[in-house]
């Protein structure tokens, strides 16, 4: 049977929300390539003319920056083609994260975080998810004892990271329930990481009275700002917010959003077009 290759150019942002509707399109695997700007070229592969047609519905509310064309090419074994290009990643100083079946070039010093890479968004291949383990890293002391709030978790690897920094206990939180299979297969491989617990559900799920020193966030613009509200709740006086997911061009807008809601920013991180923020949270008038 012929495997359908959708492609078009995206911008990076909106590739990443594809992606994740595409996931329920059983799609089969795909290519990317920077373009000029901030564009993504991709290529994604749907093994039937039903998901190709709900991947192209999809596309309907998302600027395209090339023509949107569909072929038909060689069937094939896209999962081990897909395994075949997973390289292993350090996200910050001295912590590798790949599969279990990937082993990275190790240092003495180095920790290896095992995560499965499937349709789950936080392998440590995407900006975003390098500035917010960057940003833990930085705040690391501040971690050492004390107890994390991981909103919109994916695979656990934010929640893994604080772990090792010796957080005495993590949850992770992340709405979309195709993660729970990939959540449990990386707590059993991260396990002597630390104490983490990973939830299927939003941040209601965790009861306001539990009071977190510091919260990691690693999510678009117009998903995290309605959540900022309840971060605020959940996150003790002088504690930390640290904001991925988040474009250069959106830095002031996000740093307006926190101040409503008593989160002064401390300091900042950038790569390519991407920002992160760490917030100090404030009961008081900032």
């Not at 998302?62 to 064309?69: K, Q, R, V």
């Not at 309840?230 to 002031?252: F, M, P, Q």
Request: charged letters at 25%; hydrophobic letters at 45%; aromatic letters at 8%.
């Amino acid at each position: 049977m012929p495997t359908y290759c959708l492609s078009t150019t995206l911008t990076a942002s909106d590739k990443d929300l594809i992606l994740g509707a595409w996931a329920e399109c059983e799609m089969l695997g795909m290519e990317e390539d920077d373009v000029e700007g901030a564009l993504v070229a991709i290529k994604a592969f749907f093994p039937d003319e039903q998901s190709l047609g709900v991947a192209e519905y999809v596309l309907m509310s998302y600027p395209l920056f090339s023509p949107l064309t569909v072929t038909t090419v060689e069937d094939k074994n896209w999962n081990e083609k897909w395994r075949e290009t997973i390289e292993p990643v350090m996200v910050a100083q001295g912590l590798w994260v790949s599969p279990s079946w990937r082993e990275p070039p190790l240092k003495e010093i180095d920790i290896w975080i095992k995560i499965e890479p499937k349709m789950t968004f936080g392998t440590g291949h995407h900006e975003t998810t390098r500035l917010a383990a960057q940003s833990l890293f930085a705040r690391r002391e501040a971690l050492e004892n004390g107890l994390v709030l991981d909103v919109g978790c994916g695979t656990g690897l934010l929640a893994f990271i604080a772990a090792h920094f010796g957080a005495r206990g993590v949850i992770g939180v992340e709405i979309d329930e195709l993660t729970w299979d990939n959540m449990g297969e990386n707590l059993r491989d991260n396990a002597a990481l630390g104490p983490v617990a990973l939830i299927v559900g939003d941040i209601q799920a965790v009861v306001e009275r539990s009071i977190f020193d510091v919260t990691v966030m690693n999510m678009l613009l117009r998903e995290s700002v309605p959540v900022l509200p309840a971060i605020s709740k959940r996150v003790k006086n002088g504690g930390g917010l640290i904001w991925s997911g988040l474009l250069a061009t959106e830095r002031d807008e996000a740093v307006a959003a926190a101040r409503k809601h008593h989160f002064s920013l401390m300091s900042e991180l950038t790569e390519g077009e991407w920002w992160a923020g760490s917030f100090c949270h404030s009961t008081k008038d900032i």
